[in-house]
């Protein structure tokens, strides 16, 4: 029986400042790709338990653009970026924390059938140097992928 | 009297995956910001002198994207890419050959004025390996670069 990564490993490449991610879902990539590019599945799955996120542009396509809300009891976050590439196994964007605009990750996200009826999900977020990487590997982003993930793996059992 | 960089400089970053290319230009930032974002300016300047650049999509906005044909006697190169961020002093950009689809650089070009009627250019070009940066490197990047950039300091004296 093959083991499955349930639980998603978030590690630095030890030679270009890349955090890699790699996760497993009980799906098939266009479903797991359906649920990144639909802004209304999107939303439901994304981020922390405890914050929300709202949509104030989604124009899922090669070449189109995005930019959300994260909501939480007394803060509100944007995020925005543009989409360089949206394939049936493959989303490549751009992503920038508006907290932050000077900083720029650019992101790709990789799927993998593994059969089954399961999917390999492999996202990788390039930044300009290895400070910019660092910072988001220590700034608690695991919490929000794992509640993210565990949110999705419920909406794809659906 | 300041020394002004009138061939560009293109050096390989020693710590990261990144080109970085300098030059300066008797222009304002907005005036070499211009010929970046207005089509028909543009396509009169970028590339080496014995090939055509034509436009297939041109969306010059933060959250656009774009799409261009390079010619030469007898080839066709396409390139394309979206608009992260254009700004006065600023544009954030992804660029793809086509001829090699999987590979997309996050691309950086920022002006800061120098005074005395002086412009700077410093573009950085992210890939996600040494490797595929130092292919480019080792393309013949430079005859494009240096070309470009007397066009480009032709079309602003006028």
């Known amino acids: 029986m093959t083991e499955h990564i349930t ?5 630095a490449d030890p030679v270009v400042p890349i ?8 799906a098939t990539p266009a479903q797991v790709i359906r ?3 639909d802004p209304e599945l999107f939303t439901q799955w994304v981020g922390p338990d405890n914050r929300t996120m709202t949509i104030d542009h ?5 070449g189109g653009s995005w930019r959300y809300f994260d909501a ?11 989409f360089h590439e949206i394939g049936e ?3 490549v964007q751009t992503f ?3 907290g932050m605009p000077e900083g720029v990750s650019l992101e790709t996200l990789t799927l993998t059938d593994l059969g089954d009826g399961w999917t390999r999900l492999h996202a990788t977020s390039l ?10 590997l220590a700034s608690g982003m695991e919490v929000g992928i794992n509640d993210g993930y565990a949110k999705l793996d419920a909406l794809l059992a659906r």
């Open 72 to 82: 939480g009891d007394d803060d509100l976050q944007a995020f925005r970026g543009c």
């Open 89 to 91: 196994h493959r989303i």
């Open 19 to 26: 955090i890699h991610i790699t996760r497993d879902f009980r």
């Open 58 to 62: 989604w124009d899922a396509r090669t």
């Open 127 to 136: 930044t300009d140097s290895f400070e910019s990487r660092d910072a988001w």
């Open 7 to 11: 639980t998603a490993t978030i590690e």
């Open 35 to 37: 649920a990144h590019v």
């Open 96 to 98: 920038t924390w508006e």
